[in-house]
């Protein structure tokens, strides 16, 4: 391998390395780097404190008591994540749902495994009673 071919690839790899370490997020710029540790006391205390602060608005619309609240609210289970988990030996995170419109009758449902993956599982569904 020639001087150049030689100085050529050095600066090519030099070059990638600089720019990966540029792309990378700067921690110690990042005043939320804690909630990176999920089970972490300070993300926990965050969490629950958040909790908290929304429950309370929750609790303060009508229509949280009416649908929520009740001792015997009326819902359909479409998927009990807690029997599925147990099923599939996972710990299935709820991260969102996408509906279709209108009727949002079939739906993409976001889960993750662990929370951790940042792209979670997708499986679909249809959430009119005994359809598939």
Known sequence: MGVFTTAFLLTAAVSRLATAQAARPDST??????????????????????DARTSALLEKDPRYAAN???????????????VLAKAENANWVWKGADCDSPGEQRCLLN??????????????????????
């Open 68 to 82: 929520y609240a009740s001792a015997k609210p009326v819902w359909t289970t479409v998927l009990d994540l807690d």
């Open 29 to 50: 710029n990042d005043p939320y780097c804690w909630l990176e540790e999920m089970t972490g006391a300070q993300a926990m205390d965050w969490v629950e404190s958040e």
């Open 111 to 132: 889960l993750s495994d662990d929370g951790e993956d940042a792209d979670g599982f997708g499986a679909g569904g249809h959430l009119r009673a005994g359809a598939a």
